[in-house]
């Protein structure tokens, strides 16, 4: 029997006969749930609609799944914080553990999706689905993008092929991985992409297909554990570029950051003046992580800059956004460089 059957025959192994698994979504706001004043307009407000409305909105998604809502905030996304996500994590870990639910569909805006999902990658403790899914046009517009993506993301929350890949984003169509996927246009519907090898499945007809394995640490194999917590590290990131004004970098060495992450340029590498001031911060306990302001390639350890000497972190292929998660999650653990180092090699 293959993998997929196998999974496919356990969960339905656990369901009564004729019950349809039980979805829960939460909701988070976004241009989802957004409005606009006309609906030819660009103009709109994101996180005004509620749960139940996206949800009598989309009454398909009600033959996929037992599907009720909760709405945890409405928000756009360019305002979630440490608060909302350690909520979020706490939320979905009790909605898949002692609540039982099958899978659960988090709407939330696109702008910082990508790092909600790799937050809660390495926070949630199941392999059941855990589909996050947004829109780039507000409800009320012209040919929104929304319902047909919450159709699809309850789609993918009841298929077996998602279970154990860890949470992924749904977004026209695609399936894309916590750990690679980014948000890489600004107004495009088709605005998400995964790492070098694309997205990972794809939902047609009401049936979600994944394609490729996840082969980074994730949820059950997550080692970083939120539930007892009411605060993150604080973690900055700094922005390189030609003629880079040490300012920022010193500012949250001021304000007693934990960790700053480089935006580098090229292979994360800094402009000099920027280099001594990490330099220091490295030395003083502030824990430095590389990263670059290349949209794709990795930042490698010991390339240009002597990592080993200077006790910084490479982020590999974590973006800037992602490492500050890793390096937020990473500090709650330890303050050893090479400990640290060690899961941005495994996450
Ligand atoms: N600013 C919005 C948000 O992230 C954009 C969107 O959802 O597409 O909430």
Redesign the pocket.
């Known amino acids: 029997m293959s993998f997929a059957l196998a999974v496919a025959v356990s969960i339905l192994a656990t369901l009564p006969l004729g019950a349809k698994p039980r979805v829960r979504i939460v909701a988070t ?4 749930a ?1 409005v606009s004043a006309s609906s030819s307009s660009s103009a709109y407000t ?2 005004q609609v509620t749960i139940q409305t996206l949800i009598d909105a989309v009454p398909q998604i009600l033959d996929l799944a037992d599907v009720s809502g909760e709405q945890l905030v409405n ?6 914080n440490d608060e909302v996500w350690l909520a979020l994590s706490k939320r979905v870990n009790a909605l898949l553990g002692k609540e039982g639910y099958d899978a659960v569909v988090i709407t ?6 990508e790092e909600t999902a790799y937050f809660l990658n390495l926070t949630v403790h199941s392999d059941k689905p855990v589909i996050l899914v ?4 507000p409800s009320t517009a012209i040919s929104a993008d929304g319902p047909a993506n919450l159709y699809n993301a309850v789609a993918a929350a009841v298929s077996p092929s998602t279970r154990g890949k860890g949470v992924l984003c749904c977004m026209n169509n695609q399936l894309l991985d916590a750990k690679s996927v980014i ?1 890489a246009h600004t107004i495009d519907c088709d ?1 998400f992409e995964g790492g070098p090898a694309g997205y990972i499945g794809y939902v047609y007809n009401g049936e979600a297909h994944v394609l490729q394995s996840v082969n980074s640490r994730h949820t059950v194999n997550s080692e970083f554990d939120v539930e007892n917590l009411t605060s993150l590290p604080k973690v900055g990131i700094v922005y390189g570029y030609a003629n880079c004004s040490p300012i920022p970098m010193q500012a949250f060495v001021d304000a007693k950051f934990d960790g700053i992450v480089l935006a580098g340029v090229g292979d994360g590498n800094f402009y000099k003046d920027v280099f001594e001031v990490a330099q220091r911060a490295q030395a003083d306990g502030i824990q430095i992580v590389r990263s670059s302001r290349c949209p794709t390639g990795p930042t490698c350890l010991n390339s240009e800059v002597d990592d080993a000497k200077y006790h910084f972190v490479a982020s590999l292929d974590l973006n800037p956004q992602k490492a500050r998660i890793l390096l937020m999650l990473a500090l709650t653990k330890t303050r050893d460089w090479q400990q640290i180092q060690r899961f941005f090699m495994e996450y």
């Open positions: 706001g976004g241009t989802i957004g994101a996180g928000i756009g996304s360019q305002d979630m939330h805006g696109t702008d910082t999706m947004g829109s780039m046009r948000k605005t």
